[in-house]
């Protein structure tokens, strides 16, 4: 069973471009999680997907961000304009039974 | 107050000793505690979970929650090198909407020299 795919692995942007982030969850799991990780801090919690609906979207930082899950298949997240403070690694999550919750490799973006 | 601590690492141990993790968490509610390992670059890897009090084993590894104290332990038994990474105490967000969200701490570095 293949895992949880995120694409592109890094991503390096300029301040006040646009980056989308892409996530595969593991087939048949209703449950999608995006998570991200800064510089030097613990990873934390954007938003939460249940199929195509967003549970919880109360983790994302401020309206730059923007996710989807169309059809309630891949998920993105673009980030529009990105700004310095925004760059970390960005995880990926999903989950079958809403409990366990098993993670993508990870996207790190980095905006000079 | 920071959501969930785990004790300031790095954490060395020889090969073959019992490495032990420590956290705290703040949500009183929480009702599911998860271990995660995470080796350098890599995504973090589910390696345990615990729902109640006591202890739960999984071959060299023992989970102990107590949800009074609101402390979640991880041992690890005849360490390995190959247990070299850092591990995340994650518990689960419990409230409502946020159900399913998980709190992580900023990890112990864990290293098993032979």
């Known amino acids: 069973e293949a895992g949880v795919t995120q694409f592109p692995s890094h991503s390096v942007i300029e301040k006040g471009q646009t980056v989308t982030l892409r996530c595969d969850p593991i087939?048949?799991?209703?449950?999608l999680y995006w998570y991200r990780r800064v510089m030097g801090k613990e990873i934390k919690f954007l938003l939460h997907f249940v199929k195509e609906s967003k549970q919880d979207e109360s983790g994302m930082p401020n309206n730059r961000f923007l996710a989807e899950r169309t059809g309630g298949t891949y998920s993105t997240l673009k980030v529009q304009p990105a700004e310095l403070e925004d760059s970390g690694v960005y995880f990926c999550?999903?989950?079958?039974?809403?409990?366990?919750?098993?993670f993508g490799p990870g996207t790190r973006l980095t905006v000079l | 107050q920071k959501e969930v601590e785990q004790n300031s690492g790095p954490l060395s141990v020889p090969e073959g000793a019992i490495a032990s993790l420590n956290c705290t968490y703040s949500?009183?509610?929480?009702?599911?505690f998860f271990w995660y390992r995470q080796y350098s670059g890599k995504s973090p890897e589910l390696i345990m979970s615990?729902?109640?009090?006591g202890d739960k084993e999984d071959g060299r590894f023992t989970a102990q929650l107590n949800k009074a104290s609101q402390y979640v332990s991880l041992l690890i038994r005849d360490s390995q090198p190959s247990d070299s990474a850092t591990y995340l105490c994650a518990p689960e967000a419990h409230r409502g909407s946020t159900l399913g969200r998980l709190y992580f701490g900023r990890g112990t570095q864990l290293t098993v020299w032979p």
């Open positions: 949500d009183r509610g929480s009702q599911s």
């Open positions: 615990i729902y109640s009090n």
């Open positions: 087939s048949g799991h209703d449950n």
């Open positions: 999550a999903s989950s079958q039974d809403r409990v366990r919750q098993f």
